[in-house]
């Protein structure tokens, strides 16, 4: 579960376009790879999102999150000029840095094409001028050039894709038609450079992956939602997710868990419980987040900690919002790993 589905229902649509409108979210398609790695631009609402642990030379460890959306407004479909926007790009950076308990983050966005932004199908490759994640041989580069650092990283898949929900068809609340396309890439091995004031860091690393497509809203009564993914030791991992109502409380919630052996439990609404151990308040936004978590996921309970508790980032300027996006480290009696926690609705309810 990724911010793309509230940051961008912000977004204006064309008069009287609604879900009927686009491709629908149905179960039993399979996904097929590499094809379904690239855009689905007749659905609604999609993204790219990469977060991982980075490891320099000199022992210090940074968070990174690097997100590419996609988005079809619906307006100017029949207008043959290629200044009609068409298809909407923003993508999200950020480099978190605990030894000097900073977050750096910057936007861009676009209206899709002349060559300068484009989200490409049959293969991952999406774009804003100088920002781009690209497919390159069995692997994904990605450079981003922001305003006070700048990405150059290649990943590389150590496992298949680990297909969320139901082969990919993974729900978001109580309605058949309330889901979208998800699946993961856990374990991605990183190699490359960190530019930081000048100073160029090589890292290495391991990261995330998730990608994931539709055309519904949140579900009517959503605020937003805590969302984890976590690489854990031993070659597992773990996903999940739950919506929040205005009282605070659970609707809806889901995720996975695949073991080292490879095998796959997907969870159940359930079986999955937030419940937050320490919050934490920006003095930017006034926002308070529960940015220590125990998560419960089936059989397993892990305590989350973040690398630093200020990794708010403030996306105003491109998709409207603000939301915590960070790495954390989780240790529980049967798992440990790290990975990154997103929570949403926490600064203002989700307007759908």
């Known amino acids: ?14 008069a009287g376009a609604a879900a009927g409108d686009y491709a629908p979210v149905k179960p039993g398609v399979a996904l097929q790879f590499p094809r379904d790695t690239g855009s689905h631009p007749q659905f609604k609402n999609e993204w790219w999102y990469i977060t991982g642990w980075l490891k320099a030379q000199d022992g210090s460890e940074l968070g990174m999150q690097i997100t590419f959306f996609r988005n079809r407004p619906r307006v100017a479909e029949d207008v043959a000029s290629r200044f009609a926007a068409q298809q909407l790009l923003f993508a999200h950076a950020a480099l978190s840095d605990a030894k000097s ?8 966005s676009a209206r899709a094409g002349f060559g300068l932004a484009e989200a490409r199908e049959g293969r991952t490759e999406v774009l804003i001028e100088d920002w781009s994640l690209k497919a390159d041989g069995g692997a994904y580069a990605a450079e981003v050039a922001a305003r006070e650092f ?17 082969r990919g068809f993974s729900r978001k609340g109580p309605l058949a038609g309330q889901a979208s396309y998800y699946y993961s890439q856990p374990h991605l091995a990183v190699r490359g450079s960190v530019i930081v004031g000048g100073a160029e860091r090589a890292v290495s690393g391991e990261a995330w992956l998730d990608h994931e497509w ?8 959503a605020v937003g939602w805590d969302w984890v993914g976590l690489n854990l030791e ?6 999940a997710f739950r919506m929040r109502g205005a009282d605070g409380a659970s609707f809806w919630a889901g995720g996975s868990i695949r073991g080292g ?4 439990r997907a969870l ?9 151990r320490r919050s934490w308040r920006s003095p930017r936004t006034g926002a308070e987040y529960p940015v220590s978590m125990r998560v419960e996921a089936g059989p397993l309970a892990v305590e989350v900690e973040p690398l630093m508790d200020d990794q708010e ?14 790495a954390v480290r989780a240790k529980g009696e049967k798992a440990a790993g790290r990975g990154y926690l997103e929570m949403t609705g926490y600064w203002k309810p989700l307007k759908l």
């Open 313 to 326: 980032l403030d996306a105003r300027a491109s998709t409207g919002t603000v939301y915590w996006e960070g």
């Open 268 to 276: 159940k609404p359930s079986e999955v419980r937030f419940v937050a």
């Open 1 to 14: 579960m990724r911010a793309l589905l509230a940051l961008l229902a912000l977004l204006p649509a064309a």
């Open 214 to 221: 539709s055309s519904e809203p949140l579900p009517e009564g």
């Open 150 to 166: 700048r990405y150059s990283l290649r990943f590389e898949p150590t496992q298949a894709p680990l297909l969320q929900g139901e």
């Open 234 to 239: 031993g070659g597992g991992a773990l996903m």
């Open 261 to 264: 052996d490879g095998r796959v």
């Open 101 to 108: 308990s900073r977050l750096l983050h910057d936007q861009r």
